[in-house]
């Protein structure tokens, strides 16, 4: 069984395990064309703005139920990806 990242409560009924997902869990990263890190990328669910990109270009994202698209903005460039658990990338083209 593979546990994705994210926030997990374990129960014990009995001499049974019980597992329940409350939460998944992207440490999304933001980079330019070059793979250098962009900071204060303005990161989208739809209208719903989620936070803004660190120093290193990283927010981290939790999200329930199913995966959400989110979108990526710098300036004028505008990217979107869909929100995978663990560690992932979206590349923004920058000028």
Same mark, same amino acid.
């Given at each position: 069984?593979k546990?994705y990242a +994210?926030? @997990?409560?374990? #129960?014990?009924?009995? $001499?049974?395990?019980s @597992?329940? *997902?409350?939460?998944?869990?992207? %440490?999304? *990263?933001?980079? %330019?064309?070059e793979?250098? &890190?962009? !900071?204060?990328?303005?990161v #989208?669910?739809? %209208? *719903?703005f @989620?936070? $803004?990109? %660190? !120093?290193d270009?990283?927010?981290?994202?939790?999200? !329930?139920?199913?995966?959400?698209?989110? +979108?990526? !903005?710098?300036r =004028?460039? @505008? $990217?979107? +990806?869909?929100?995978? &658990?663990? =560690?992932? =990338? /979206? /590349?923004?083209?920058v000028?």
């Amino acid at each position: 069984m593979k546990l994705y990242a +994210g926030e @997990i409560n374990f #129960y014990r009924l009995h $001499s049974a395990l019980s @597992i329940e *997902r409350t939460t998944f869990v992207t %440490d999304l *990263r933001v980079v %330019d064309t070059e793979g250098n &890190p962009v !900071k204060w990328a303005r990161v #989208y669910n739809g %209208d *719903r703005f @989620i936070g $803004s990109t %660190d !120093k290193d270009g990283k927010l981290p994202v939790r999200w !329930k139920d199913q995966q959400p698209e989110v +979108g990526v !903005k710098f300036r =004028e460039a @505008i $990217s979107t +990806g869909l929100l995978v &658990p663990g =560690e992932m =990338e /979206i /590349i923004i083209a920058v000028n």
